[in-house]
């Protein structure tokens, strides 16, 4: 297993669940550099994070080298970076780049397993999400307000497969015996000390309070400011265990 001398780290998560906003945050701190999706699927202009290292797909392209040695390459480049250093990584990503486990385990990367609890609220997000045509906002951006339609049992039935992909996570990680701290986005939100958590899980002495992070959150607090169908989601969910994750 290869020594690691500074604090390397991941950001794993599901879409919509406030990763980007914890990058920006972590990388507004003066110990530490975080950077987005670098495994996108596709060129994207990110908001969040820095912004001095391109993605997989970029340096891919002009590289010999076949996976998934070029991966391990592009990481150990990435982490040759002096401090704590880390990137996010959706689930989706871990899926179509396995050989990113194998390295997280060879080098001990510290992972940070960050859980939005109400999946209702991250599927009702991804509509928000496509109906924009963006994924993140700025504070620098005026967001007009957005409603939704979308089909109740399709809400149940991805807010369903999002629960079960967070236990399968779950279960690999304590299998992998990796490094990890499970981080819940709400509690992030409502109380900044849950951010000590993570400060004494990378050994990062902030010295001052959360920093602020430019990402701004593009869905309403009510659902029945986000949502066309309201009352048919309301009827529906009210019968389903996600009951109480819809007001």
Same mark, same amino acid.
């Given at each position: 297993?290869?020594?690691?001398?500074?604090n390397e780290f991941v950001v794993l998560s599901a879409a919509r669940s406030g990763s980007t906003w914890l990058i920006d945050t972590l990388n507004n701190l003066d110990d530490a550099t975080a950077y987005g999706e670098l495994f996108v699927s596709k060129e994207r202009e990110f908001i969040g994070g820095a912004k001095d290292y391109p993605e997989f797909i970029k340096v891919e392209a002009k590289r010999n080298s076949i996976r998934p040695f070029s991966v391990f390459s592009y990481l150990n480049d990435l982490y040759r970076k002096?401090?704590?250093v880390g990137f996010k990584l959706l689930y989706g990503d871990l899926r179509t780049y396995p050989e990113i486990l194998a390295y997280l385990l060879?080098?001990?990367i510290k992972v940070i397993h960050l859980v939005r609890h109400n999946y209702v609220d991250v599927v009702i997000s991804l509509k928000i999400a496509e109906a924009r045509g963006f994924w993140h906002a700025s504070d620098q951006q005026k967001l007009k307000a957005v409603k939704v339609h979308i089909d109740p049992y399709e809400l149940l039935q991805r807010a369903r497969k999002l629960r079960k992909n967070i236990k399968m996570?779950?279960? !690999?990680l304590h299998w992998c015996q990796l490094p990890c701290i499970e981080i819940i986005y709400e509690d992030l939100l409502i109380n900044p000390a849950?951010?000590? !958590?993570?400060?004494?899980f990378l050994s990062i002495n902030p010295k001052r309070a959360v920093?602020?992070?430019r990402i701004v959150k593009t869905g309403k607090s009510e659902h029945r400011d986000m949502l066309k169908n309201y009352d048919e989601v309301k009827k529906v969910l009210a019968n389903?265990?996600?009951s109480d994750l819809f007001k």
């Open positions: 297993m290869a020594d690691r001398m500074d002096t401090g704590v060879w080098h001990r996570i779950r279960y !690999l849950s951010f000590e !958590l993570i400060w004494d920093p602020h992070s389903s265990e996600f």
